[in-house]
């Protein structure tokens, strides 16, 4: 590792029934959340791994939970621990643990975004590589950021931010701002997070397509999520999902 290596965390929550995607329950049963969870974080580690092989860190939730993850991440990402109290602490506590493993820059990543298109990691590593300060944030449609990409830990930026809010990406702004730090946005995208975004998601697979895609930005096939998301769209109760029109081909 040098200055130039850039750690890709993803942040994940271990999928157990009962204790993951709840906000998805209804429509979905509390084992459906658990799988559909299982399935986005398999295919956000696989784009991980796509971009930059050997770069991937599972930063997991709760401690002691590392068999919940078994099948779902490459063979060649560490596990590391999540600490603190609330996300702030445990995003602030995950960058300070990285830089301290000896890489230059860390991004940390979302695991309810299966779409992610590899092309923004892209675009957070080499502004992580360019020489001086910056901030690296991906924007998300709920008003909050699906990655956040540091050269060092920033305390400030983690503190007093209203969680799971509307206003994370802004409050997020005004903390850089106030510490004069640059920030460089990344491309639009979005967390599956309600019954709204998991119906965007089936738009995008199998559907007119997501409008977020444009110049050229094309998200990732999110093959596990996909099989899962048919499986439900062929059900007889599929109607509870609110996708229009018959179940997808193949």
């Not at 409050?171 to 119906?199: I, N, S």
């Not at 738009?203 to 093959?223: D, I, K, Q, R, S």
Request: glycine letters at 12%; one cysteine or more; a negative charge.
């Amino acid at each position: 590792m040098g200055q130039d290596d850039v750690a890709l965390g993803i942040m994940c929550k271990a999928p157990v029934d009962g204790s993951c995607k709840t906000r998805l329950c209804p429509p979905l049963s509390t084992r459906e959340a658990a799988e559909i969870s299982r399935c986005f974080i398999a295919d956000v580690a696989a784009v991980i791994d796509a971009v930059k092989p050997g770069g991937g860190v599972a930063v997991h939730t709760p401690p002691g939970a590392e068999a919940a993850f078994d099948g779902l991440l490459p063979a060649s990402f560490p596990m590391l621990a999540q600490r603190g109290a609330d996300l702030g602490e445990r995003l602030l506590h995950a960058t300070g643990d990285l830089l301290a493993a000896g890489f230059g820059g860390v991004c940390l990543i979302n695991s309810d975004s299966p779409t992610l298109p590899p092309t923004v990691l892209q675009q957070a590593i080499a502004a992580l590589r360019r020489p001086g300060e910056r901030i690296v944030l991906g924007p998300a449609i709920d008003g909050g950021y699906y990655l956040i990409g540091l050269k060092r830990a920033v305390p400030a930026l983690f503190r007093d931010v209203s969680w799971s809010t509307g206003r994370v990406l802004a409050e997020t702004l005004v903390r850089a701002a106030e510490g004069v730090v640059p920030v460089e946005l990344l491309p639009l995208w979005y967390d599956v997070d309600d019954l709204g975004t998991l119906q965007l998601l089936l738009h995008e697979l199998f559907g007119a397509g997501n409008p977020m895609a444009v110049n050229g930005l094309a998200g990732a096939p999110a093959t596990r999520s996909r099989a899962c998301l048919q499986g439900l769209l062929r059900a007889d109760d599929a109607g509870r999902l609110g996708f229009p029109g018959a179940a997808p081909p193949g």
